[in-house]
């Protein structure tokens, strides 16, 4: 008679401090029921059958070869699409808190571009004037392109300032009171009217390079981007020509296509260009970790992966 060994489990967190995150699933696994050890990935083999990862190095994968999937620590899984092998289900996380935080991050940044707080910071970039002048008029239309969980709900929040939303997405999706486009032939129409765009989409095949020079010069002049998407979904070069030229007024960028974002690159010194280091959206440990023993409860009691929330379909990148 076999005796019932407890799952291993590698926690490979990258720039994530690892001592939380092991308490935290240590914490919900038990919860649900799962005898399971949870492993800080040093570099050598355990004999993981799980991983949770965030940035993970690609050693993991090639010392690990009993995984049977891999759950990423956020939403963006283009980290680990070209690491993990394609026997491996990816199970990403399923918005765990983080849609409520970005979509504050945008509705500060849209505040910063409507209410021209920006003309107030510390001197020599702001004014010490009382009566310097800030913007006027009506609210702009604000379009956020990628309307899963993190974009619906930043769409619902600007809403609710009462700024008119539009969105757009890979397929047709309806949320209450927002105009929604969709796929190659409802593009452009949508960046005509985005005076403000917020890119909110992962990184696929099909978003990659998206928002280049003819996309900018489809918004109307004197828009402004707002990104907590997929640094690649953005030409670098061609924002910050689409900067220089006035077409766009501003950009706020929170994600890029290198992190850390190289101390020489140009958007750190542009005008018109405000960077955060990642941090719009914060995975919230306790329910993050709630909601991948949860999905490892119903992988254990035999639910196939491509059934379970957050199930990673490769052929569409997310």
Request: aromatic letters at 6%; hydrophobic letters at 50%; glycine letters at 8%.
């Amino acid at each position: 008679m076999s005796i019932a060994t407890p799952l291993r489990i590698a926690l490979a967190t990258g720039p994530l401090e690892a001592a939380p995150w092991r308490a935290a699933l240590q914490e919900q696994l038990a919860a649900a029921g799962i005898d399971a050890e949870v492993h800080v990935w040093d570099g050598a083999a355990i004999g993981a059958d799980y991983a949770v990862a965030w940035l993970p190095p690609p050693a993991l994968f090639a010392l690990e070869p009993k995984l049977r999937a891999v759950f990423n620590l956020g939403a963006g899984v283009d980290a680990l699409l070209a690491r993990v092998p394609e026997s491996v289900p990816i199970i990403r996380l399923v918005d765990a808190g983080m849609a409520p935080k970005i979509a504050e991050y945008v509705c500060f940044a849209l505040a910063r571009i409507t209410r021209g707080l920006d003309r107030f910071a510390p001197h020599p970039r702001g004014s010490r004037d009382w009566n310097a002048p800030r913007p006027r008029g009506g609210a702009p239309t604000v379009a956020v392109a990628g309307l899963g969980a993190i974009g619906a709900a930043v769409a619902q929040a600007v809403l609710r300032f009462g700024y008119p939303a539009i969105g757009w997405s890979r397929t047709p999706k309806a949320l209450p009171g927002v105009e929604c486009f969709s796929g190659a032939a409802g593009l452009a129409p949508f960046l005509a009217r985005a005076q403000v765009l917020v890119n909110a989409l992962p990184l696929t095949p099909a978003t990659e390079n998206l928002f280049d020079a003819a996309a900018f010069a489809q918004m109307p002049r004197g828009a402004h981007l707002i990104n907590v998407g997929r640094g690649a979904t953005i030409v670098d070069a061609d924002l910050l020509a689409a900067l220089d030229s006035g077409q766009l007024a501003s950009a706020t960028l929170d994600v890029f296509r290198v992190e850390p974002l190289p101390p020489d690159h140009p958007f750190w010194t542009h005008p018109a260009v405000t960077v955060t280091p990642h941090l719009s959206g914060p995975t919230p440990r306790a329910p993050a970790a709630q909601q991948i023993a949860h999905t490892l409860r119903q992988l254990l009691d035999g639910v196939p992966a491509h059934a379970v929330a957050g199930y990673v379909d490769r052929a569409r990148g997310y």
